[in-house]
Nanobody, 117 residues
Framework: QVQLVESGGGLVQAGGSLRLSCAAS??????MGWYRQAPGKQRELVAT???????NYADSVKGRFTISRDNAKNTVNLQMNSLKPEDTAVYYC?????????????WGKGILVTVSS
């Protein structure tokens, strides 16, 4: 059974930094990533990283956020710098289960990030 445990959210002032971590267990994973959902808005992609290390970022976070992963530990991290109030959202870890065909997507429960102005 796949489990995702997210950590690292919280309250930070604009311009500050936070680091989100997601520990996945129960399978082997292809792409891993982070999505976010702000109040009243749809869930959107923040960043993804493939097993080989290729990354993809939303335009709104390019240059400020960095995604990384440790394949041996099945963890994915999101370093968020220069945070803005508009980054306030619930952030969700997402992974592709490589052991299933087609690859199933799994979601974490979400972690709140609040950026005050």
């Amino acid at each position: 059974q796949v489990q995702l445990v997210e950590s690292g959210g919280g309250l930070v002032q604009a311009g500050g930094s936070l680091r989100l971590s997601c520990a996945a267990s129960g399978s082997i994973f292809n792409a891993m990533g982070w999505y976010r959902q702000a109040p009243g808005k749809q869930r959107e992609l923040v960043a993804t990283i493939t097993r080989g290390g290729s990354t993809n970022y939303a335009d709104s976070v390019k240059g400020r956020f960095t995604i990384s992963r440790d394949n041996a530990k099945n963890t994915v991290n999101l370093q968020m710098n220069s945070l803005k109030p508009e980054d306030t959202a619930v952030y969700y870890c997402n992974v592709e289960n490589l052991a299933t065909m087609p690859m199933l997507l799994h979601w974490g429960k979400g972690i709140l990030v609040t950026v005050s102005s």
